[in-house]
């Protein structure tokens, strides 16, 4: 499902460089991807998701070398078969709770916007504590609940991957569990993927399989953790 072969990617400006030789998730792994600020975690999703073009290497996501794809197709891609939580919520002020969750399907023409499809968004907005939210704007919102609208519309296209960035960073125990269940929830039945990086230890501990992304020389490797 995820497959980096000897990829090499570093900032154009300089002062970090990301090195990865070899790192497989098979299809249905829930994993949790783990280190210090600054290691490259955030940096490797963006591989993963086509954000980032790999300065050499494969990247293989859902049986797509990503890495070949120019900027259209990689968006194209990334929007049909991969759920993002960013780390900055990555919400437009403009819109409604409801429509920020819909998003995808108002950017892509590949995605059809129905009814059901109005339906399962206020439903899984619902699960996490937002059913009462739905006409709100983000700058009504706090931390925590623009969190839950990014994880929202994360999961509302069914893709294969989700890959989230700190997802319950800005939430209290009781509403990160709420996040973490409805992750897992649909990862359960729809036997996605999940790759969830995270500092907090909660999180982490719900998560059979970790890997650590360590700093050496201004080069970030992937090493595996014994869970």
């Not at 990555?90 to 969750?101: G, M, Q, R, T």
């Not at 006409?135 to 893709?159: D, F, H, K, W, Y």
Request: one cysteine or more; hydrophobic letters at 40%.
């Amino acid at each position: 499902m995820i497959d980096l072969r000897d990829v090499r990617f570093a900032y154009p400006r300089g002062g970090f460089a990301l090195k990865v030789d070899r790192l497989s998730v098979s299809g249905g792994q829930r994993v949790c991807w783990t280190g210090p600020s600054g290691c490259g975690k955030t940096t490797l999703l963006h591989l993963v998701a086509g954000i980032y073009p790999a300065d050499s290497g494969c990247v293989e996501t859902c049986g797509v070398e990503v890495s070949t794809l120019g900027d259209a197709a990689r968006r194209d891609f990334r929007i049909a078969n991969v759920g993002l939580v960013f780390q900055d919520f990555a919400l437009l002020d403009y819109l409604s709770v409801l429509d920020n969750i819909l998003l995808p399907y108002r950017i892509s023409r590949a995605l059809r916007l129905e009814a059901e499809v109005r339906e399962r968004a206020k439903t899984i907005a619902t699960q996490v504590g937002l059913g009462t939210m739905l006409g709100r704007r983000p700058n009504e919102l706090s931390q925590g609940e623009r969190q839950r609208v990014a994880v929202c519309r994360a999961i509302i296209t069914c893709p294969k991957i989700l890959l989230a960035d700190e997802p319950t960073a800005n939430l209290d125990s009781r509403n990160a569990m709420r996040v973490l269940d409805a992750l897992e929830s649909y990862v359960a039945e729809q036997r996605a993927t999940l790759v969830v990086v995270s500092h907090d230890r909660d999180t982490i501990s719900r998560f059979t399989e970790t890997a650590e992304v360590s700093e050496f020389c201004g080069q970030a490797h992937l090493e595996k953790v014994e869970s």
